[in-house]
C-alpha cells in the first residue's frame, strides 16, 4: 500500500525530474543503436530507403519507454536495446505505409519528404516489409543475457500488437471509417486503442518481460501504457487543430480537411484536453507501487499531454 505522503513525494520528485536530459541521453543511446542495427549492403537501394526513415529523427518515445520499463523492474539497457531498436522499426514501416498514396497519401513525414516521394511506391512498401522483418531479427538474434522463454513472449507480444489484433486492426477500421464524420466514440476508441495504444503498450511490457516482472507488475504497466497510449492520440488530434506544420513536421489540419472524426470533433477542444489529462493522471496512478522507481515512466507521461509536436 502507498500512503498520500509516499504519493505526494513521488510527484514532487516527479515534478523536479530533468526530463528533458533524460530523454536526450537516451535518444542519443537510441540513434547510435539504431544505426548500428541496419548497415547497409547490397542490394544497396533498399537498405538507404530502410535506413531513410529509420534514422529520420523523432522522439524515439518506443524504444525510450522499452528502456525505460526495463530498468523500472530491474533490467539494463543493455538487455533492451534490441527490443527497443525492433520497437522503433515497427513504428517506422507503420508510418511509411501509412504516408502511402493508398493509406493516407502524405507528403512530409518528421520534417522530410515522405519515403515514397524520395524511393517511389514499390521501394517504399519494401522497405516497410524490410523494417518488420529486421525487427522480429533483431530481438531473436540480438538479445543477450536474457532466458529464451522471455525472449519468445517479446515477439508473441510484438506479433500481437503489429497483427489485425492490433496496429493492422486499427487502420482497417481507420480506412472503413474516412469520409464519415459521424463515427461513434467506440469507433473512433477502438481505432486508436489499436492503431497507436497497442504498440505503445508492446513497447511497456515488453521492457519489464525482458527484466522478469511478474503478472501484477505487468498488469499495472499494461494499463498505464493502455491510458498514455490513449491520451497520446487525444493530443495528437488536438495538436492536428492548433499546431503548425513546421512544428508538426508533418501536414497540419489533415483530419479537419479530411472530415475525419476526431476527439475534439466529439468532444470539443477544452473537453478533448480534460479527458487526456484525466487518462494522464490514472496512468500515473497505476505506477504508485513503483514508487521513487517510475519517476521517469511518470514525468514521460506528463510530456506525453504537454507536448506541442
Ligand atoms: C504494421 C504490418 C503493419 C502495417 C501498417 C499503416 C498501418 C499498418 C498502421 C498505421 C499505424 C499508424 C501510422 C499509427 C499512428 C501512430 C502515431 C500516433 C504516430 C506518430 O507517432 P509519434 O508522434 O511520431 O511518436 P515520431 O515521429 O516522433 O516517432
Not at 523536479?16 to 541521453?25: C, D
Not at 472503413?176 to 511497456?204: M, Q, Y
Not at 525482458?210 to 490513449?230: D, P
Not at 472530415?259 to 479527458?275: C, D, M, R, V, Y
Request: aromatic residues 4%; contains cysteine; negative net charge.
Amino acid at each position: 500500500m502507498t500512503s498520500t505522503k509516499d504519493r505526494e513525494r513521488t510527484e514532487l520528485q516527479t515534478a523536479q525530474f530533468n526530463l528533458s536530459s533524460y530523454l536526450a541521453e537516451r535518444k542519443a543511446l537510441v540513434e547510435a543503436a539504431l544505426d548500428r542495427s541496419l548497415p547497409v549492403a547490397y542490394p544497396e537501394k533498399i537498405y538507404e530507403a530502410m535506413r531513410y526513415s529509420l534514422l529520420a529523427g523523432g522522439k524515439r518515445l518506443r524504444p525510450i519507454l522499452c528502456l525505460a520499463t526495463c530498468e523500472l523492474a530491474g533490467g539494463t539497457i543493455d538487455a533492451a536495446m534490441p527490443t527497443a531498436c525492433a520497437l522503433e522499426a515497427i513504428h517506422t514501416m507503420s508510418l511509411i505505409h501509412d504516408d502511402l498514396p493508398a493509406m493516407d497519401n502524405d507528403d512530409y513525414r518528421r520534417g522530410k519528404l515522405t519515403n515514397h516521394k524520395v524511393y517511389g511506391e514499390d521501394i517504399a512498401i519494401l522497405a516497410g516489409d524490410g523494417l518488420l522483418a529486421r525487427a522480429f531479427e533483431c530481438v531473436a538474434l540480438e538479445t543477450q543475457g536474457v532466458p529464451a522463454d522471455r525472449v519468445l513472449q517479446v515477439i508473441v507480444r510484438l506479433g500481437g500488437a503489429v497483427g489485425a489484433a492490433g496496429l493492422v486492426g486499427g487502420q482497417v477500421v481507420d480506412l472503413e471509417s474516412e469520409g464519415k464524420p459521424d463515427i461513434s466514440l467506440e469507433t473512433l476508441n477502438f481505432i486508436h486503442t489499436h492503431k497507436t495504444g497497442a504498440l505503445l503498450e508492446a513497447c511497456v511490457v515488453c521492457g519489464a518481460i525482458l527484466a522478469g516482472a511478474g503478472t501484477a507488475e505487468l498488469q499495472k504497466l499494461s494499463r498505464y501504457a493502455q491510458n498514455i497510449g490513449l491520451a497520446f492520440q487525444i493530443i495528437d488530434d488536438i495538436l492536428d487543430v492548433t499546431a503548425t506544420q513546421e512544428e508538426l513536421g508533418k501536414t497540419a489540419g489533415k483530419d479537419l480537411q479530411a472530415q475525419k472524426a476526431t476527439f475534439p470533433s466529439i468532444w470539443g477542444l477544452e473537453e478533448s484536453k480534460a479527458q487526456a489529462k484525466k487518462l494522464v493522471d490514472d496512468a500515473k496512478a497505476e505506477l504508485a507501487a513503483f514508487k521513487e522507481a517510475a519517476i521517469p515512466l511518470s514525468a514521460l507521461a506528463d510530456f506525453i499531454t504537454n507536448r506541442t509536436h
